[in-house]
């Protein structure tokens, strides 16, 4: 798997770009320089790997564009040690960035073939993360609470399964909308209670039950 400096450079010019965009956490930005992005997707694609957009991958599904991924683990605000739910584990890119942070990941994936190519992927790269075949809107209880809880991809509601998990004190970061996501920020601030901001609009792949 060759990471050369072609790609390196290209890394650097996509930190610039999202940082110029907004991204101030100096964390998540050295994990975007880190992670080399061409190697999550399909071959072809090497010369658009990072550019600042999402692209295709397996099962009709996409690999995020880099400002969001940095945008959500900005909202997160990652500390070194914190166990984290990730809702959607896709290509494992955004797994990656969480490992990067210091953080202990449990994704889930429905889409069976995602969940067996990155489950083998993952590893290569050296990135050790929980992964699971199974429906995301049910979290995984048996591992709960989750200091912090990802969705990554467009939820019609907060399922209210994966709020449960939440501890107390932890944050919940999901785009929540039909055609068009409003990023929320959900911190659960008592055993009923909880605190959520609208961070702006953004687009994703739907997030589905069930498996597949």
């Avoid at 090497?46 to 400002?67: C, F, H, L, M, N």
């Avoid at 809702?87 to 889409?111: M, W």
Wanted: with cysteine; glycine share 10%.
């Amino acid at each position: 798997m060759l990471d050369n400096l072609l790609h390196k450079g290209r890394r650097k010019k996509l930190v610039e770009t999202i940082k110029n965009k907004g991204i101030s956490d100096e964390r998540v930005l050295d994990a975007i320089g880190k992670i080399p992005r061409h190697l999550f997707m399909e071959s072809f694609l090497d010369k658009v790997a990072y550019e600042d957009r999402a692209q295709p991958i397996a099962s009709g599904q996409t690999i995020s564009q880099p400002y969001t991924v940095a945008f959500q683990t900005q909202l997160l605000e990652i500390e070194r040690g914190d166990k984290v739910l990730e809702i959607g584990t896709g290509s494992g890119y955004q797994t990656a960035v969480l490992i990067e942070l210091g953080t202990k990941v449990y994704s889930i994936e429905r889409q069976r073939n995602l969940y067996e190519q990155t489950r083998v992927f993952l590893p290569k790269l050296g990135y050790s993360a929980n992964l699971f075949w199974g429906d995301g809107y049910k979290g995984k209880s048996m591992y709960a609470p989750f200091d912090k809880i990802l969705i990554t991809a467009g939820a019609p509601f907060l399922p209210p399964e994966l709020l449960t998990q939440l501890k107390i004190g932890g944050i919940l970061v999901a785009p929540i909308g039909e055609n068009e996501q409003v990023m929320y920020s959900v911190k659960r601030t008592g055993e009923d209670s909880f605190e959520q901001k609208e961070c702006g609009y953004f687009r994703f792949v739907p997030l589905l039950e069930g498996v597949k």
